[in-house]
């Protein structure tokens, strides 16, 4: 069975302190594996895609790195707006997405 | 460029009732999916629809069951309802030639009592 796990599961960072979160899987043949940003009491929204071992995506202050079992989401000094929980999910050879439970950041200013 | 809709925003129903929620796709999408995310969890995948046929299907009952429909919307249906079904219901659509990646509405609320 296709598993994510997420860690830290709560991250409380001072404006400008830069950190990573970190999406570790196991999945029978990945298709993609996708960043989400998500606030309270709305749906997910979209940040990358990445699709093999050693590819990177970045988005102002977030980048997203891909190995064979984990990808890792780097905020570079974050800001307050930056304060929202964060989804990993792996999509496998049968089109099914599996998520992970999530990552909370608080930035505080 | 109108993103994924959802209707209603939130319900509340008893235990035993039936509901229906909608979903229509991102213009040019033809994929739907569902999922159920509980308080403080991820999305859990309840199915997927493409070309008005169930694609893909998660661990859950045939209480839950679907349609998409000739211009790509959907529907999601619940029979039975029971308070653990209390949840943020998301739909998510997407291009089936481009690879896959998803984009999701706002999501409905149900309340259970």
């Known amino acids: 069975e296709d598993q994510v796990t997420q860690s830290p599961e709560a991250l409380r960072l001072q404006e400008g302190e830069s950190s990573s979160l970190n999406c570790s899987y196991t999945?029978?043949?990945?298709?993609?594996l996708f960043w989400y940003r998500q606030d309270p009491g709305k749906g997910p929204e979209f940040l990358f895609t990445?699709?093999?071992a050693g590819e990177e995506k970045e988005k102002e202050r977030l980048k997203a790195t891909l190995t064979k079992k984990e990808s890792f989401l780097h905020i570079t000094a974050p800001k307050p707006e930056d304060s929202a929980t964060y989804l990993c999910?792996?999509?496998?050879?049968?089109?099914?997405?599996?998520f992970g439970a999530g990552t909370t950041v608080t930035v505080r200013a | 460029d109108a993103g994924v809709t959802q209707s209603p925003t939130h319900l509340i129903k008893t235990r035993g009732q039936q509901v229906t929620l909608r979903c229509s796709p991102k213009?040019?999408?033809?994929?739907v999916s569902w999922y159920q995310q509980a308080l403080g969890q991820g999305p859990q995948f309840i199915f997927q629809?493409?070309?008005?046929?169930?694609?893909q299907r998660g661990n859950f009952p045939d209480r839950f069951s679907g349609h998409q429909f000739p211009n790509y919307s959907s529907e999601l249906n619940v029979n039975a309802l029971l308070l653990g079904d209390s949840a943020l219901y998301l739909c998510?659509?997407?291009?089936?030639?481009?690879?896959?990646?998803?984009?999701f509405g706002p999501g409905t609320r149900l309340t259970v009592l």
């Open positions: 998510a659509s997407s291009l089936a030639t481009s690879g896959d990646t998803q984009y």
């Open positions: 999945v029978s043949g990945l298709r993609g």
């Open positions: 990445l699709y093999s």
């Open positions: 999910a792996v999509q496998a050879a049968d089109y099914k997405l599996s």
């Open positions: 213009s040019g999408h033809d994929t």
């Open positions: 629809y493409y070309e008005e046929e169930e694609r």
